[in-house]
């Protein structure tokens, strides 16, 4: 569920050839368009929300105070009229985790993961032994402390923000013996404190698997 997020309600769009030059569609096209642009200007850590809509003339259906309050309870992202534009004013996925509540950190995970398969690529084919071991910490680690410097993850210093962990604790004799490889990476994203795992495993030679824990 931390992969869904629902938005609501429907937009009006002005239509010149509808009778009432309005044309009603759902949020979806908007938001996605919103969230694309915030994630090009700040980066896919910034929560996308609070963010004016474009060519919104109004909502349908109305709403009361109450239905608000309920909707937002069960994590509907609700677009609200400010005085001079129309916003969501959340960014919540329908995850009961709370640590992958947030959009923004849903979509940093998926990211971090693509960077570390892509960036795992260049060593699928290398022989496991300690100065490789090491190697990958090192690189995992910059790139790691790149995204910390912009604002990707909580904490005053990179100890607190993050971990990788390539040592003999995760890669025992038998998983050398058998061709694994295996990096350890803990993160915390800026909004939840706690820190969420991603395995990078070499499970053979050409194939590399990212997954949390």
């Not at 949020?27 to 996308?48: L, T």
Request: charged letters at 25%.
């Amino acid at each position: 569920l931390s992969y869904m997020a629902v938005y609501h309600p429907w937009l009006w769009l002005a239509d010149e050839d509808n009778a009432e030059g309005l044309r009603a569609v759902p949020c979806d096209g908007a938001v996605c368009g919103m969230i694309a642009a915030r994630e090009r200007a700040r980066q896919v850590w910034v929560a996308p929300a609070n963010v004016p809509l474009q060519d919104v003339l109004g909502l349908t259906p109305a709403f009361s105070t109450d239905d608000w309050a309920e909707l937002f309870d069960r994590q509907f992202n609700l677009v609200r009229p400010e005085p001079i534009d129309f916003r969501a004013m959340s960014a919540h996925t329908l995850s009961g985790e709370k640590s992958l509540l947030q959009v923004s950190v849903r979509r940093l995970m998926i990211l971090l993961r693509k960077v570390a398969l892509d960036r795992g690529m260049d060593f699928v084919f290398a022989s496991n032994h300690e100065h490789f071991r090491e190697g990958v910490r090192v690189m995992l680690e910059n790139v790691l402390r790149y995204m910390f410097e912009r604002g990707a993850f909580a904490g005053t210093t990179p100890d607190q923000a993050f971990r990788v962990v390539t040592d003999a604790s995760v890669n025992t004799p038998q998983d050398v013996e058998q061709g694994r490889f295996i990096a350890k990476i803990q993160v915390a994203p800026s909004q939840p404190m706690e820190f969420i795992t991603v395995l990078l495993t070499r499970v053979s030679e050409g194939l590399l698997l990212a997954t949390e824990i």
